[in-house]
């Protein structure tokens, strides 16, 4: 694992993919981070997760906050998520002294635990309370993909007036999805946002409080693991205050990845594809012409999928994702031999 540093200045307000809104107060969207302390064989863990999952999760998830699940070794250890990385599973439970599951963490702050049988994993009073706030930075995360090889650049624009105290930079590897074979009947089969691995190490990144209109840039690289599934795994990273644990802001590169080896351009305004994401058909709107025509898909490991050629191109090309898995794919279109690269997002 690599790390570098950039500090550098701006005169004019960037442009981030995950369209972040900057006010005239030179503030932007804070996103939220919640941080979930669970174990396969925790029971309460296991009635709470599908009405979390369908109230919190999938109404809120990659749009105003974001969600990382470790794997604690309470109440067993036998937990296979926990035995894959337990030090840094246990680091990360020690820094808030969590001892059991569940256990739920709002920007940094505890939220109240399930009492009675009722009561939900994270209240929505909690999570609305946290809702609609504004951050003086903000902050972008970008992957490139070389084979097994990711190369991650983290970005931290100061927009204004940062509060006093111990910033860190913290940035983990997270597995969107896992279908999970249990050992037992009655136990989850779908873990969402696992924890994998920490990119700066819990111990954080140091931050340096600069006045607004400066930026910081951290580079690092990580290796896809083989227990990994490759087009599920991503990188969270978020700005976090040691003296109170509260967090500033976060970001994701959940959809924000390109492949090293192909050719990546901005895909001209008359190649379309639809829809993006895709359940399973992905209709590609090109320029009829006598031309011939390949077509590359690519997953996110860089290997290819499939590559059928046309002698001439079509107006109108129908790619069927069906058999795949959900996750991140590529789109190299050459039309002899100009060349556009487009991402395509699988749910």
């Known amino acids: 694992m690599k790390q570098l540093l950039h500090i550098g200045s701006f005169c004019y307000l960037w442009l981030f993919t995950s369209s972040i809104i900057i006010s005239a107060q030179n503030n932007t969207q804070q996103y939220l981070l919640l941080e979930e302390f669970t174990n396969t064989y925790c029971p309460t863990c296991i009635d709470k997760h599908p009405e979390f999952k369908e109230n919190i999760l999938n109404k809120q998830e990659d749009a105003t906050l974001f969600h990382i699940a470790y794997h604690h070794s309470t109440p067993l250890p036998d937990d296979i998520f926990y035995q894959a990385n337990p030090v840094e599973e246990g680091e990360r439970a020690a820094y808030y002294q969590v001892q059991g599951t569940p256990t739920v963490l709002i920007q940094g702050k505890r939220a109240p635990q399930p009492v009675f049988v009722s009561d939900p994993l994270l209240p929505q009073t909690t999570l609305d309370e946290a809702l609609n706030q504004t951050a003086p930075i903000a902050m972008a995360v970008n992957e490139v993909i070389d084979g097994e090889t990711r190369k991650v650049n983290i970005k931290v624009n100061i927009l204004g007036n940062i509060p006093s105290g111990q910033w860190k930079l913290r940035a983990a590897v997270v597995e969107k999805v896992i279908t999970y074979e249990p050992p037992h009947e009655g136990m989850e089969t779908v873990m969402s946002n696992v924890f994998r691995q ?32 490759a087009n599920q795994i991503y990188v969270i990273a978020f700005l976090q205050n040691d003296q109170d644990q509260s967090i500033l802001n976060v970001a994701s590169s959940w959809g924000q990845t390109t ?19 895709t359940t399973d058909i992905l209709n590609i709107q090109l320029p009829p012409s006598p031309q011939p025509l390949k077509v590359q898909l690519y997953d996110a490991k860089g290997q290819l999928l499939a590559a059928p050629t046309y002698p001439q191109t079509p107006s109108k090309l129908h790619f069927s994702l069906n058999n795949l898995p959900k996750g991140i794919f590529y789109i190299k279109i050459d039309i002899n031999g100009t060349i556009t690269t487009q991402k395509v997002l699988k749910i």
Request: glycine letters at 6%; charged letters at 10%; hydrophobic letters at 35%.
């Open 198 to 229: 920490t990119l700066t190490s819990w111990t954080g990144a140091g931050f340096i409080n600069l006045p607004a209109g400066n930026a910081l840039t951290y580079n690092y690289d990580y290796t896809i693991k083989d227990d990994w599934e």
């Open 259 to 277: 492949v090293l080896h192909t050719q990546t351009q901005t895909i001209a305004p008359h190649i379309h594809l639809s829809p993006n994401p």
